[in-house]
């Protein structure tokens, strides 16, 4: 992959720098020791003649000529610069300013693009440029995106501020939902809130929220309530306790994110922006179809039209958010109408790739990866 080109490519470059910078703080250290003898001996010097002087500035300037510091210098700046020069040739091979050429004309609905523009930013908590983008793109009905986000970035500044009440009141009211998303939240919050009542040492108004709020999660999180109950021996001095970990900064940070995704998982939306998604997965995606692109203009082919690109595209695993196929042999992308088939021997090939080994439904076939044989009869379709 090209990325992986620049990278390997800047490792040698830094490499050759860091030995460059070493070799050069050596021979200046050299320098320095031979000069800071040459001052001791003029230090020394008693009588003060000049010839005495005379002898030892030449003593020193005959070490300096036999160092040769600039020579010693000289082949580890000149790998150095081959190596800048190399690097900058390989930037300018490989991240190519022209970007359009990777442009391929997809019909696209303008009000949808705007709506996922201004969604991303009220989902950032740029609530100003939202509304400013979304007056000057004449969406009016956008706005409608920007009310929920309110209220979650309203709960997150209460919560910077240790202020538990909204953030409760909502995940009250969301209680089901969250149960059924398989999220503690609620259980959480009330224990964060129980633990604040204790560092302010109010051991009774803490043990009257806890048999109210937190009473009612014991039967399935009985051990959390457990140590929960028994901070309330160490009530003003939990810093002392054997509980002290309750007090973690990191509980608040923690808590908070999973707020915003349960927030983002309740409205049905990504807890991430789809928008910086599809730029983070374009940015990596880019060298291949760049270089796609360019293999295809020199060969006076079309790839605009295609319905498949004719090489894989290789994204992280960040991005890969539901199960394909790609066959092997076909270099085809598995459908509805040429779909993965599993062979006998595990080895799982498309559908069309079998058609075209067997030859026949009833003639076995070597399987192109190990020895065995099958027939078509024996592939079982997989469902993804």
């Not at 990278?7 to 021979?27: H, P, W």
């Not at 910077?160 to 009141?169: G, I, T, V, Y």
């Not at 027939?375 to 993804?384: A, D, N």
Request: one cysteine or more; charged letters at 25%.
């Amino acid at each position: 992959m090209e990325l992986n080109t620049i990278k390997d490519a800047f490792d040698r470059v830094a490499k050759k720098q860091k030995l460059s910078c070493s070799k050069t703080q050596e021979v200046i250290d050299e320098v320095g020791r031979e000069i800071e003898e040459a001052m001791a001996k003029l230090q020394s010097t008693d009588n003060g003649l000049g010839c005495d002087l005379k002898s030892i500035l030449l003593e020193l300037k005959t070490k300096l000529n036999e160092m040769a510091p600039m020579n010693q210098l000289e082949g580890s700046q000149r790998e150095l610069n081959i190596g800048l020069v190399k690097y900058a040739k390989i930037l300018e091979k490989c991240l190519n300013p022209d970007i359009s050429k990777a442009y391929r004309n997809v019909d696209s609905d303008i009000h949808i693009v705007n709506q996922i523009i201004a969604s991303h930013f009220y989902r950032q908590g740029l609530f100003d440029l939202g509304d400013c983008f979304v007056s000057e793109a004449n969406e009016p009905d956008a706005t409608a995106l920007k009310s929920p986000f309110l209220e979650m970035y309203g709960i997150l500044e209460a919560m910077r501020s240790r202020n538990l009440e909204p953030a409760l009141n909502w995940a009250s009211k969301q209680s089901e939902r969250l149960l059924e998303n398989g999220s503690s939240l609620e259980l959480k919050l009330h224990q964060l809130q129980f633990v604040e009542m204790l560092q302010k040492g109010s051991q009774n108004e803490a043990l009257k929220y806890a048999r109210t709020y937190l009473a009612p999660f014991a039967s399935v999180h009985k051990v959390e309530i457990q140590k929960l109950m028994a901070c309330l021996l160490w009530a003003g001095r939990l810093n002392q306790s054997p509980y002290a970990e309750f007090m973690s900064p990191t509980h608040w940070e923690r808590l908070a994110e999973e707020l915003t995704q349960q927030f983002c998982s309740l409205l049905g939306q990504s807890y991430e922006s789809p928008l910086s998604v599809a730029i983070a997965a374009g940015i990596q995606g880019l060298p291949t179809l760049l270089k796609l692109a360019s293999v295809m203009a020199a060969k006076q082919q079309e790839w605009q039209a295609m319905k498949q690109l004719p090489v894989p595209v290789d994204l992280g695993r960040e991005f890969q958010f539901h199960s394909i196929f790609v066959c092997p042999v076909l270099r085809e992308q598995g459908s509805d109408e040429n779909p993965p088939m599993l062979m006998p021997c595990g080895h799982v090939l498309s559908k069309q790739s079998i058609v075209k080994l067997s030859k026949s439904s009833t003639r076995p076939f070597k399987c192109p990866y190990c020895p065995l044989e099958a027939t078509v009869g024996q592939c079982r379709q997989l469902h993804f």
